[in-house]
């Protein structure tokens, strides 16, 4: 559970300093919709997750899990030994 902790706080880190969307908006629980990502912000969360992680997580994959806690989930798997 701490891995995907970290990993919903880099998601937060990358979407209310990168992507400017409101940081009490930015919850584990919240949507897509719920935290004001449209289909180009998904595209810039994705860029950002490969280069700031090295690793491959798709803008598809990003639009297909539901909440803010799936995103991290993803991104844990992805990880070296996730």
Do not use: F
Request: without cysteine.
């Amino acid at each position: 559970m701490d891995d995907t902790l970290n990993d919903i706080t880099l998601i937060k880190d990358i979407l209310v300093n990168e992507l400017h969307i409101r940081e009490e908006d930015v919850v584990p629980t919240a949507t897509r919709e719920e935290v004001g990502l449209d289909s180009l912000a998904v595209l810039e969360l994705a860029t950002a997750l490969n280069e700031r992680l090295g690793i491959e997580v798709y803008d598809y994959e990003l639009l297909d899990a539901g909440t803010v806690a799936d995103v991290a989930r993803l991104v844990a798997e992805r990880q070296p030994g996730g």
